[in-house]
């Protein structure tokens, strides 16, 4: 048993609102003790090691609740290794991960065998969702949701044989299965339509720009209006990924506490970070699905997750190769990678005065902790298992291509300058990552919810 005491002190500490001088005290996997000011002498001589921060922020590990790691089928673009590598890399100690992989997530034997790879390989906490058929709610009836974060459910649009549009399995999935659902909401016949109508004006070799006119606010909104009408009516637990559009924001709400909520709501950074101005600079990088759409929707998302009308963050990271990213806009892939520098970005935009440093922290690591129930994680607790991402506020960096370490190679944020860093993440108690070196072996764990 791990019962080694790890000192982290002079920290400059972001934790539950409050922001003090103070130290972590880390006794095997969890945390005995959160202080504030400089640990007594008692204190440090107890230690096995202490680490002296020198006023670094000290947060709790970054829960990202949506992440493509392509394993199994799919490992050419990354695997569970390699992502969770990249997320420990940008103080991600947690993930979610989502069913559209070869074959698809869609049976208990399928998930059970992802948990078995994760334990092996991940370097951070995971967990995975069982993916939604018309044909498996039997099947999404038997899951243990105590060891499961949920079911991910395509609506209205498709990723392989994952969409659901069957009226009875939708009734049974949205009155019946007793988790959270979290969809994909865009609305496939709005996308057709839109897609016919610029192919007939330009021709079929359009330009990225084309994609938010093609997956426009009007396809996000439809999908999710009929999303939360239909969890309204059944009082389901109902958590829309991805929200891309002001549009859609009038649906949710933001007086009620998080926990008071059956319907919730998540942006991902680069809906926060990035707008279409932006792909005449960045092109297919930056295309995904739903789509990055205009400033003034970019604006309307910063102020919702402040308001509380979006409750997290996450990344929707999806890598792909580089060659499957060339093409226009009807052939390039969708999907980019972003796990390693979501925390850096997000704190960026602190420094731009967009966010607090404790709103970061609300949003990316307490908030999906207390949304998915998460046992003992995304806060800095006593008895809470030791998850801290440490970042130097006062790094500057240029990202370049040699900085990603996703196996896809390339990030959209490379030549971006960022003015914090992150320089370790302890996972379980153990540091995984220090200042660009891993540690010996992954110590990520099976997520457990309340």
Known sequence: MNDKRILLHNADIVNEGERFHGYILVEGETIACVGHGDPDEAVRASCHECADLGGCLAIPGVIDDQVHFRDPGLTHKGDIFTESRAAVAGGVTTYMDMPNVVPPTTTIELLEAKYRRAADASWANYSFFIGATNDNIDTLLDVDYSRTCGVKAFLGSSTGNMLVNDEDALH??????????????????TIAANRARYVAERGDDLPVEYHPLIRNAEACYVSTARAVERAAQYGTRLHVLHLSSARELPLFDGTLPLECKRITAEVCVHHLWFCDKDYARL?????????????????ALREALKSGVIDIVATDHAPHLWNEKQGNCLKAASGMPLVQFSLVAMLEMVRQGVFTVEQVVEKMCHAPARLYRIDRRGFLRRGYHADIAIIDPNAEFTVTQHDVVSRCGWSPFVGTTFHNRVVKTFVNGSEVYSSGTFSEKPRGQRVRFN
């Open 283 to 299: 092109g297919n990088m930056i295309k995904c699905n739903p789509a990055i759409k205009t400033a003034a929707d970019r604006e």
């Open 172 to 189: 049974r999935l949205f009155a019946e299965v007793p988790a959270l659902i979290a969809v994909h909401s865009e609305d496939e016949a």
